[in-house]
């Protein structure tokens, strides 16, 4: 049971120590990191369109939530750029940015709630099918609402498949291959450590769950279905979008589609 304790203790507090007995980042005065990870400049950008709520075709959220499901099976069709805005918008869009930190910083009121306002996460799209759009890896940048073609990927969705479980899964994932597009949130754990010390990573697991239920509920709204995993390879998802696997890693994964 000592591994069971652990971990459940994990669940209960953040960090087990005397209260007092660590200091933040923050409370040490160390300035915070930035809210988009940086870039490299030669990057195509996509500009992405206006959200419009015009494009809901459910608005009653009680009709939303009661048909909230998982689902992997998708039409055979591109999603558009103007769905694609809409469901970044819902998940991590920036509604305000706000002084912070004794106004040498800043922090993003979002769509989704985050301890502290730090929105740890970074937002990967696997797209396989997106009118306009190359297939590959993007990130997508919520402060400016654009994508950036991170780099193309071949056989991305003998790849995904893959990611899901490896070899003894193949048939069973071939849905996640066929997906339009696949959300890969990453974490960068220090924009949390910087001001909950060991505190942070249950404050930032909560915080992706609530980024996914904004996700399945945005495509419920637009005829869209979603299904995301947590359980898959690691390192093959973390290889997928170039990321070390250390200072950030993929959290959660969700395929999204268009329903059947």
């Given at each position: ?126 797209i396989n099918a997106v009118e306009g759009l190359e297939k590959g890896i993007y990130l997508y940048r919520p402060v400016e609402h654009k994508l950036v073609f991170c780099h193309p990927e071949e056989e ?63 495509c419920e709204g637009i005829g869209f279905g979603a299904c995301a995993i947590a359980g898959y390879l690691q390192i093959a998802f973390d290889e997928l979008v170039r990321v070390d696997g250390q200072d ?13």
């Amino acid at each position: 049971m000592d591994s069971f304790d652990n971990n459940r203790a994990f669940m209960k507090s953040g960090c087990d120590l005397p209260e007092r007995e660590y200091v933040s980042d923050q409370e040490k005065g160390i300035a915070p990191p930035p809210v988009e990870k940086p870039i490299d400049s030669s990057l195509k950008t996509i500009e992405l369109p206006k959200v419009d709520k015009s494009i809901v075709k459910h608005s009653d959220l009680y009709h939303c939530i009661d048909n909230r499901r998982s689902r992997r099976n998708y039409k055979d069709v591109s999603v558009t750029l103007e769905e694609l805005s809409f469901l970044l918008w819902a998940t991590q869009g920036v509604q305000k940015i706000v002084p912070a930190y004794k106004k040498t910083g800043f922090i993003t009121q979002r769509t989704v709630p985050s301890g502290g306002g730090r929105q740890a996460f970074e937002t990967y799209l696997a797209i396989n099918a997106v009118e306009g759009l190359e297939k590959g890896i993007y990130l997508y940048r919520p402060v400016e609402h654009k994508l950036v073609f991170c780099h193309p990927e071949e056989e991305l969705a003998q790849k995904l498949i893959y990611a899901y479980g490896g070899e003894n899964y193949q048939d069973e994932a071939r849905w996640l291959g066929k997906a339009p597009v696949v959300f890969l949130w990453t974490c960068i754990p220090y924009r949390g450590e910087w001001r909950y010390n060991c505190e942070a990573y249950r404050v930032m697991l909560l915080d992706i769950g609530h980024v996914c239920q904004n996700l399945y509920l945005a495509c419920e709204g637009i005829g869209f279905g979603a299904c995301a995993i947590a359980g898959y390879l690691q390192i093959a998802f973390d290889e997928l979008v170039r990321v070390d696997g250390q200072d950030e890693y993929v959290v959660y994964v969700s395929a999204v589609g268009s329903l059947e």
